[in-house]
């Protein structure tokens, strides 16, 4: 049997060359890494509701007509993906204060954003993936500033279609992180979200109670992470709740 070839390993995932030109299969690891890898665990099971809750955002994101780096899922951890090249970019959007933002500013844990917020990591860990003012992305070449436009708009609308997603779930998206990838196709070069979009790289808190349903369970020692993960998998209907009595139908006042 061939063995396949790795062509990159990150931290929570791996990317070996793809079954078709210009593909890549991208496997989902069990590795939890918090603080730039200096907390690291392994939780089993992640990597397959990882591999399944990106399929399912990604999905959801092209239906909306926004391109993705997704092509389709192949197994319980891998997915088939198209190849692009990764602007070096960590960009951020944020609904809630929290994490870093709060830490910066100083502003309270929770507190609601006057409106939706983009903001961009510079992604080098080295350096511990730096804040970066628009300003840099364009005299450094990151980013061309009609891409940085069009990022920011994609952002915004990967913005409003998770949070719909998670509002009728009961759960808030305070805020997450894409990356975004170019894309060429003949004479063209489009944008395309990229990497992954799940609890990893989102904040998610439930509306009700406030509980945290993403890895900050795991960056602050909350409670297993495996099982937060599975909640919400299984509220966006990914998972089959187990049912082991029979449900019956209850009258609402
Ligand atoms: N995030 C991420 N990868 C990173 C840094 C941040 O996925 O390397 C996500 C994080 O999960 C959160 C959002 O981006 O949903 C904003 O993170 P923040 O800047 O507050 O950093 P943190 O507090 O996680 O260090």
Redo the contacts with the bound molecule.
């Keep these: 049997m061939a063995r396949r070839k790795m062509v990159y390993e990150g931290k929570a995932k791996i990317l070996y060359e793809g079954t078709e030109p210009g593909t890549f299969v991208q496997y989902f690891k069990d590795d939890a890494t918090?603080?730039?890898a200096e907390k690291k665990d392994v939780i089993d099971g992640k990597g397959v509701l990882n591999n399944r809750m990106s399929e399912f955002f990604m999905t959801g994101l092209e239906h909306l007509g926004i391109p993705t780096h997704f092509l389709k899922r192949l197994n319980m951890r891998e997915q088939l993906i198209r190849q692009c090249d990764i602007i070096p970019l960590?960009v951020?959007?944020?609904n809630v204060a929290?994490?870093?933002?709060?830490?910066r500013l100083g502003i309270e844990e929770g507190t609601k954003l006057p409106r939706p917020i983009v903001?961009f990591?510079y992604?080098n860990d080295d350096l511990g993936?730096p804040?970066v003012p628009e300003e840099y992305i364009i005299a450094f070449g990151w980013a061309a500033q009609q891409e940085l436009d069009d990022i920011i708009a994609l952002a915004l609308r990967v913005n409003d279609y998770l949070s719909g997603v998670m509002y009728g779930v009961g759960i808030k998206l305070?805020?997450?992180?894409i990356e975004i990838g170019r894309v060429v196709e003949g004479d063209f070069q489009r944008l395309v979200i990229a990497d992954e979009i799940s609890p990893?790289?989102?904040?998610l808190w439930d509306i009700q109670s406030g509980k945290k349903l993403?890895?900050?369970v795991f960056?602050h020692d909350l409670g297993d992470l495996a099982d937060a993960y599975t909640e919400v998998a299984q509220r966006l209907g990914i998972l089959q709740v187990n049912v082991t009595q029979p449900t019956k139908p209850t009258l609402i006042n």
């Design positions: 918090a603080n730039n960590e951020i959007v944020r929290a994490g870093s933002m709060a830490k903001e990591s992604k993936d804040l305070v805020d997450f992180k990893d790289s989102c904040r993403d890895k900050d960056r």
